[in-house]
């Protein structure tokens, strides 16, 4: 495949997650807390609600975010890569880089909500029930998330070290 089919299933991928499955996701997790608050009062039913509803708009707002950017950076990228293929690259380069640093951050993170989630689910009060099966969710939602998006990246920061090696300036020629 060649760097620019990389490119491009990698951010069609970004979209297609963004689109049809962070944004649905968040929409589903604020319709839950919402529906959480009205068939029951109390703990329970605020454990749930809050951070369903706060992780749904975190979602909505990703979910939206990176749909609506991604054509205009393909396109960038595009233009860069036909205009100046070695500027374009030691800049998508160490970006996709750091991108990838932050899977080891985000899989701990999402990991520890999981286990914080089952910790307060067997504390056996009322609203731990709630937020802790919450926490669960939102746990493994953040995996799965993460768990596409590494697995995108991995070839596209593959495709842009092979094009950084091509354009690097040639080191024998010296003075």
């Given at each position: 495949?060649?760097?620019?089919e990389v490119?491009?299933?990698?951010?069609?991928?970004?979209?297609?997650e963004?689109?049809?499955?962070i944004?649905?996701?968040?929409?589903?997790?604020v319709?839950?807390?919402?529906?959480?608050?009205?068939a029951?009062?109390?703990?329970?039913?605020?454990?749930?609600a809050?951070?369903?509803?706060?992780?749904?708009?975190?979602?909505?707002g990703?979910?939206i975010?990176?749909?609506?950017?991604?054509?205009?950076?393909?396109?960038?990228?595009?233009q860069?890569l036909?205009?100046?293929?070695?500027?374009?690259?030691s800049?998508?380069?160490?970006?996709?880089?750091?991108?990838n640093?932050?899977?080891?951050?985000t899989?701990?993170?999402f990991?520890?909500l999981?286990a914080?989630?089952?910790?307060?689910?067997?504390?056996?009060?009322?609203?731990?029930?709630?937020?802790?099966?919450?926490?669960?969710?939102?746990?493994?939602?953040?995996l799965?998330?993460?768990?596409?998006?590494?697995?995108?990246?991995?070839?596209?920061?593959v495709?842009?070290?092979?094009?950084a090696?091509?354009?690097?300036?040639d080191?024998?020629?010296?003075?």
């Open positions: 495949m060649s760097f620019l490119m491009q299933t990698y951010f069609r991928g970004e979209k297609l963004a689109l049809f499955f944004l649905p996701v968040g929409l589903l997790l319709a839950f807390g919402a529906v959480a608050l009205r029951e009062r109390g703990g329970y039913a605020w454990g749930i809050v951070p369903s509803i706060i992780f749904g708009l975190v979602l909505v990703t979910g975010g990176v749909s609506a950017r991604t054509t205009g950076q393909v396109a960038e990228l595009e860069g036909d205009e100046a293929p070695a500027a374009m690259v800049k998508e380069l160490p970006r996709m880089q750091k991108v640093n932050n899977f080891r951050t899989f701990y993170v990991g520890v999981a914080i989630g089952l910790t307060l689910h067997y504390l056996n009060t009322t609203w731990g029930r709630g937020l802790g099966a919450v926490l669960i969710l939102i746990g493994a939602i953040g799965l998330i993460d768990g596409f998006a590494e697995r995108r990246a991995a070839p596209y920061t495709a842009l070290e092979q094009l090696a091509r354009h690097q300036p080191q024998s020629t010296g003075p």
